[in-house]
């Protein structure tokens, strides 16, 4: 459905120049929902605008449902509102003089200047009972919470029933309860309208649990493109695992493929015991690489429970979030993040063991 090919994108104040977008490729499927996942500054934006058409790129393909929108090899470059396109800005750009009917009808004027005053009037309160907020169609659009804002924006989005629908970071004004009930529901009407949806954001959590494919990108880069298990169970470099989880970075070598023969299965010996990981790729026995250990992937072996495998050290720090709780572990020299349930965590200043959980964790490439 969405066929971005080797992107690039600078832009020029002066005589400075700023590459935002180095070369970035990446296909959505008809009906798929890709989140742009990466840290402030990383380009997702620029690659949103580029996709609505409302920033020019430097180069590179762009296609909407098998029809190149822009090509800088051909010269096209189709305008913005001729893009079968729907849009939510970070800031919802909603009309202040407008109520809210007036605000989600508003792209109707351009995208679908056929429908008489009647149709416009039905399929407004269509797109408003979708997001709830029929009941107040006739209010001021400045009379509404920063949720039925954000929910205003989205019906603009979607009333002239477009084939993709973008959003950047449409849930960072909400408060946590709203931002998690959003969510499901973002993730249920996408599903239900069958529209093809990129949704950028800075959070993992969103992106894990709104996307079927997440692509993590940095400096103008895209650095791995998965499925949400398996960019947090087998991310593929520092970064990812750094970005998505909190993952400790453990030196490892490799001892043996694992029991069973699998090439995927491999035994590593680290400074916290042996333990049997993934790897993506064959490895031979010697070879170093780095493991990362999610912080729920280790341990703490109960007093008097089996030390085989395990090692000693100090809990130098325990957080509470609520249903877990996050220790700082020290082990000799270098410092564990683990994450256990708060039923089980030992208190700061415990002298405990820890474990790797075997199967857990992954070799970065
Ligand atoms: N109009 C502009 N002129 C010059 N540089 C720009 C312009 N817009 C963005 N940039 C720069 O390009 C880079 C990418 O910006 P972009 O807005 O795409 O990032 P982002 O990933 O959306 O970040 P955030 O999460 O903070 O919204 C940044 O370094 C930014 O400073
Ligand atoms: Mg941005």
């Known amino acids: 459905m969405i066929s971005i090919a080797d992107l690039k994108q600078v832009y020029r104040d002066g005589a400075t ?29 620029t690659l949103l605008r580029c996709i609505a058409g409302l920033t020019e790129p430097e180069s590179g393909t762009i296609a909407i449902d098998g029809e190149t929108v822009y090509s800088a090899a051909e010269h096209i470059n189709v305008p913005a509102r001729m893009r079968d396109i729907g849009m939510v800005f970070q800031s919802y750009a909603i009309w202040p003089h407008m109520t809210v009917a007036q605000n989600a009808a508003f792209p109707l004027r351009y995208r679908r200047p056929e429908l008489g005053a009647g149709q416009v009037r039905e399929r407004t309160a269509e797109v408003l009972r979708l997001v709830h907020l029929d009941a107040l169609a006739d209010r001021p659009a400045p009379a509404l919470s920063g949720g039925q804002q954000q929910r205003l924006a989205l019906a603009r989005a979607l009333i002239s029933d477009p084939k993709v629908l973008l959003l950047d970071e449409p849930l960072s004004n909400l408060d946590a309860r709203l931002r998690e009930e959003m969510r499901f529901e973002l993730r249920a009407l996408t599903k239900r309208l069958g529209v093809t949806t990129i949704l950028v954001t800075h959070e993992q959590a969103e992106a894990l649990s709104l996307a079927d494919v997440v692509a993590v990108m940095d400096d103008g880069r895209f650095m791995q493109i998965s499925s949400p298990r398996d960019l947090y169970d087998r991310p593929r470099t520092e970064f990812v695992a750094g970005f998505v989880g909190r993952a400790n970075l453990v030196p490892a070598e490799v001892i043996a493929t694992a029991a069973g023969g699998s090439a995927q299965w491999v035994s590593v010996s680290t400074p916290y015991g042996v333990v049997e990981c993934y790897t993506e790729r064959p490895r031979a026995a010697g070879e170093r690489a ?20 395990a090692v000693t050290g100090t809990v130098e720090g325990a957080a509470f979030i609520g249903d877990a709780t996050e220790l700082v572990v020290r082990v000799g020299d270098t410092v564990l993040v683990a994450k256990v349930a708060t039923t089980d965590a030992p208190a700061a200043g415990a002298a405990v063991a820890v474990r790797i959980r075997a199967q857990t964790c992954t070799l970065l490439s």
């Open 290 to 309: 780095t493991l990362a250990v999610q912080p729920e992937a280790l341990a703490i072996v109960p007093a008097g429970g089996d030390l085989h495998g």
């Open 17 to 45: 120049t700023h590459a935002a977008l180095r070369g970035v490729s990446v296909e959505v499927a008809a009906g798929e929902f890709l989140a742009l996942l990466g840290p402030s500054g990383c380009g997702k934006t």
